[in-house]
Nanobody, 119 residues
Framework: QEQLVESGGGLVQPGGSLRLSCVAS???????????LAWYRRAPGKERELVAS???????NYGDPVKGRFSISRDNAKNTVYLQMNSLKPEDTAIYYC??????????WGPGTQVTVST
């Protein structure tokens, strides 16, 4: 069973930056490089939304609220995906989840990491 573990969340002031990391623990022949990796978030009282995704060969996609401020990247050698978040706003406050998707049977989620943007 593959596992994803996020880190890097925390409390930051508006205008600040954070970098989230998500490491995949490989329990089998997990072809990390073949997966589409994504970050989602869920804010209090709101639906889960896509923040950013990166697929082969490193094609990226961003949700409209974060375009120009966030950047997703991956390091296949380290089984890690990153989310660099700049110019953070209070409305970015949410639990951020890492996702690795290959097909409906191979779709994994991390437990989430809290990001709070506040003074």
């Amino acid at each position: 069973q593959e596992q994803l573990v996020e880190s890097g969340g925390g409390l930051v002031q508006p205008g600040g930056s954070l970098r989230l990391s998500c490491v995949a623990s490989v329990a089998s022949t997990f072809a990390f490089s073949a997966y589409t990796l994504a970050w989602y978030r869920r804010a209090p009282g709101k639906e889960r939304e896509l923040v950013a995704s990166i697929s082969r060969p490193d094609r990226t996609n961003y949700g409209d609220p974060v375009k120009g401020r966030f950047s997703i990247s991956r390091d296949n050698a380290k089984n890690t995906v990153y989310l660099q978040m700049n110019s953070l706003k209070p409305e970015d406050t949410a639990i951020y989840y890492c996702n690795a998707y290959l097909n409906p049977a191979l779709n994994f989620w991390g437990p989430g990491t809290q990001v709070t943007v506040s003074t």
